[in-house]
């Protein structure tokens, strides 16, 4: 097996580009044009850990740096796809999509969805009902842009359905390929007992970033997340046979995603499987157990499988 090439400078050659710094001056290395799909979730001004907090007026000023930028190096047929949630100050919150908005549409971008993310689990609330959703704000550069909803239909609620009357009578109602997903994502969050745990406090879930790589670019397309974090984005786009670049400023997280891609070339990097429904307590399916990626070079395409040993309960764990 190759090794999967990690280079930490921009080096188009390379199929991982991962720059330990502030993430634009990786972005000033990056030529025009260059990259299909840029997926992220940038800090939400909360004082976490890898960010301090600042009025958000500074906040939206860092943003509009970092958005220029990534105009001007998406493809015209690529998409732009930025996740976040919401601001907080004095108990009272800020979406900070609505506020974010401006910022690519001055750039005349397209805004196909405003895809809401929900999740079960999270911090509750005493003043106001408990948040448990978030936004990716999906933008285009053009009219002619890439979509494969094909590569990530969900199963249909009712496959056997078949017209009853007309000249379709008898052939089924539905597409057999599966229906389109909707722009509700229903997901979990990474939280203690996900398989995907990290010492990040805010970590990506794998299966939300791979619908966005799977419908929005190609094999071999190059795929960017300009706040990296631990690495879901570059899991997920490598998973799926793409190169990814990404920054952060944290050390210790550009390490956890070199290991995560290390283990991911041993076979041995565990992921929620994104055919994996949620779970519910008095639900009788059978669980789907937690697959295993591995990213062998020397085959056509990486491949995600699943481990043949009986899964525990624990796994219905989110």
Not at 290 to 310: G, N, R, T, W
Request: proline share 7%.
């Amino acid at each position: 097996m190759n090794t999967i090439r990690i280079s930490e400078k921009y080096d188009p050659q390379a199929e991982v580009v991962l720059y330990e710094g502030n993430t634009i001056e990786l972005l000033h290395m990056i030529p025009d044009g260059s990259v299909q799909l840029i997926v992220t979730s940038p800090p939400y001004n909360l004082g976490k850990s890898y960010e301090k907090r600042s009025s958000l007026q500074h906040y939206l000023d860092f943003q509009q740096q970092v958005i220029d930028e990534c105009v001007r190096i998406l493809d015209i047929r690529g998409s732009l796809c930025w996740q976040v949630g919401n601001y907080v100050e004095n108990g009272e919150i800020v979406p900070l999509d609505i506020v974010l908005y401006p910022l690519f549409a001055k750039f005349g971008l397209h805004l196909r969805n405003r895809i809401v993310w929900y999740f079960g689990h999270g911090l509750h609330s005493s003043k106001r009902f408990s948040g448990r959703y978030e936004v990716i704000l999906w933008f285009t550069k053009s009219d002619n842009y890439y979509f494969n909803l094909d590569a990530v239909r969900v199963p249909q609620k009712y496959p056997e359905k078949k017209y009853f009357k007309g000249p379709k009578k008898g052939q089924l109602s539905g597409n057999p390929l599966g229906k389109n997903p909707s722009d509700v994502w229903e997901i979990p969050n990474v939280k203690a007992n996900h398989v995907e745990k990290t010492i990040h406090p805010c970590q990506f879930p794998v299966e939300l970033v791979e619908r966005l790589v799977m419908s929005l670019s190609e094999e071999g397309d190059t795929v960017l997340d300009p706040f990296m974090g631990v690495g879901s984005t570059a899991i997920a786009a490598l998973a799926h046979n793409r190169k990814v670049i990404g920054a952060d400023i944290i050390h210790d997280y550009i390490e956890i995603t070199k290991n995560r891609i290390h283990l991911a070339e041993k076979g041995q990097l565990r992921i929620r499987p994104i055919e994996r429904d949620v779970y519910y307590p008095d639900s009788h399916s059978e669980s789907i157990p937690p697959k295993y990626v591995q990213l062998d070079k020397s085959q056509a395409q990486p491949v995600l499988f699943e481990k043949q040993s009986k899964y525990s309960p624990e796994g219905h764990k989110k």
